[in-house]
């Protein structure tokens, strides 16, 4: 029996609120479970998070309705989100609310009702007529607004409300949209042996059309409507026939949700080679011990990783347990997941990122009840409720849409995996051919063991690489293609093969650079590119706060030709077009692929050989298996490298590799060309030997001297504001807060924002370096201080400026 409660709300307060408990509620109330509690004036939804019987000294309020009779949350799952909520400086309820399916709301809703001592008699005709509407039906504050609003009800609406003659009550809304559909079954008193003994009888007339329709849905009841859309007996003429006379009714049941755009015929599991098979007995043996254990599987593209992932989730599936599998994106994926289904298929539940509130919940209710075992998803997936969660998979490890950036929670999917297989005693795999720096220097410090695969699966071989230095074509090219590259297509396009073609545009940074020698100017001070700020004519490093006028010739070689670069959009499908009249091209970017399952059709017409050429953004980067692929060409690498991020060489390093891991995956050899103004860059030069080791290497050299992550941990203050000189001055102060609080932090900054004006609002950043072994108590209580610091030194002076806590950000 408890006697209080303590709720965490769905916002961004990081505080928690106590309640005292009815007597008749006492023995119901669990944590995990959504209450309806009195909040400031009205109600609200949140989350109990402890139950105890320790008086408050203040005077506590009544909880009102408890909303789930079992927990939403297990204690697990609440324990995982507490630890986010401080090491990610979150809310606790706004972390609950983000580890939820959308499905589950958090939401009331405001009701109308006419006040009990209303005397009708004392009303006008027009007060009248609104309080008979109102004791008619429930109608919500919404509803009521919308129907007098215009019409000359409208004032007298408010007026009734004013005087408390109409009140407003408010309630919970856990009504989650449900699709339903007609289901038809047997009218009242009909059962399949009396309808079948008419339909002998003489008095069928089979003649009719009616009673055809009846000998057809007697062997079929109860039978769906959408089973039976293109019937040409059961139409909709002869059901009504059907109902009128009384042999059949329906009912609303809801919709099937099974997603099944993803063909997936089953497959028994392959045999895996002698590498795999090194790797798997390691991991097998840490699921059989069912103890923690990481790992970091790396292999390189087309080495076979899904295949020990697969082996893996067996081994857990027939012992009992349950798995995750966390891809990138899913509707990137769909090959991937497909893998997965053709083994695994019903024991699996998707979350997929285009599912409806319906579907999402679906798929969360099966996983909770143990009726599936086994979730893939993206980064929210990390939060699915698998029962006896024996293994966690990270597919492409180093993927940044594994950081959550906004809105809070900001969690890494990676770091969540950890702590959560930490405590269930389960087994963390984190796979990649491009190990992120994060991983690899766990790796060094013993934190997770390295397994590798370095060979292609059977003859495939990695494909060559070339680099073509755009300064010496600029005489030779093909729109944006240079020679050699156009030639390789036309070459591939004769024999039938595909080709793969990555155009990056991130459109919002700008940035100068020379044209005669590449040269991108650089921050003095943090060694990222200096972004462009055309309305100012600036050049600014959003590290440092660094920034000087536009130069008008290059700094490097003197030369007069600089180009902004980085933004605006070329019609490169078009020019495609002109190039190779007789290819048929594809795009594959956010633009082409926003309807729902418009991936997966894109992917299908490329991977069944309906066209040649594909092109896209990053997108096509990620994960595609296609072997008769074997011309990749990207067609401008200097993009990214431009990104003001201390990662940006990483991020392309990155790209550049796995794109390149596209080509040449079946028998045929591949080739890879990379277009670059600065083709000595280390990204391109490690990309083209497919040497990552190599590129690590280099690029902890780099970091370590600066002292960037892994060597440290970045806390991120995002400062917003719709005025500027507010927010500068924030960041400012928040600055001076910083170095009273931990005077022996580095700090970064005050500076304007990568993207300094976002959605009408002015960005400010201010950066702290920590040491990154400290934990969540540590980051909680230096955030808490700092805050409380500035909160006190600045009295409200900046009330237009919202402060974000971004742990882990990333560029
Ligand atoms: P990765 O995930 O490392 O990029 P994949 O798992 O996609 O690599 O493997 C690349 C290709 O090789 C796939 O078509 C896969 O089916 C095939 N393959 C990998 N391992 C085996 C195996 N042991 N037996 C048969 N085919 C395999
Ligand atoms: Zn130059």
Redesign the pocket.
Known sequence: MSTFVDVALPAAVRKQFTYHVPKELMASVQPGQRVWIPFRNYYAIGVIIGVHNQTPSFKTKPLRKILDEEPLLSQELLKLTKWISRFYYSSWGETIQAALPAGLNFVSRKYLKVSESVDDTGLREDQKEIVEDLRQSDTTLNEAKKRYKGTGLNKVFSNLLKKKIIEIWEEPDLKVTVATEREWIWAEGRTEESVQKFLESENANNDLKWVEALAHIAERIPLRQSEISEDSVLTSYTLKKLRDEDWITYQDVEKNTEIDHLSHEPESI????ED?EKAFKKIGESLTKEEFANYLLF???????????IHALKQVVENGKGGIVLVPEIALTP??VS?FYRIFGDQIAVLHSRMTNRERLQAWKDLNSGKKSIAIGPRSAVFAPVQNLGLIIL?EEHDSSYKQMDPAPRYHARETAIVRARENNAVVIM?S?TPSMQALNMAAKGKCEMLE?TK???E?KLPEVEVLDLKQYRGAMRGELAVPLFMAMEEALKKGEQIILLYNRRGYASYLQCEDCGHIPQSPECSVSLTYHKRKNLLMCHYSGYSRRADTKCEHCGSPNLKVQGSGTQNIEEQLGDLFPEAKVIRFDRDSTSRKGAHEQILNTFGEGKADILIGTQLVAK?L?F?NVTVVGVIDTDTELAFPSFQATERMYQLLSQVS?RSG?GEKAGTVFLQSRQPENPAIQFAKKHDHRGFARQEMEFRKPLNYPPYSRLIRFELKSVKEQEVSQAAHQLTSSVGRVVPELAVLGPSPGAIPWMNKKYIWEVTLKIDPEKGAGYIEAVVEKIMEVYDAETKGRFSSVRVNVNVDAIQ
């Open positions: 392959k045999t895996l080679n795999q292999g390189i593209t087309g080495s076979g990783k899904t295949e020990v992932y090959q991937t893998r597919d796979g051919a695969l292609r699966h059977a495939a994960g298996d072997p891991g995956r």
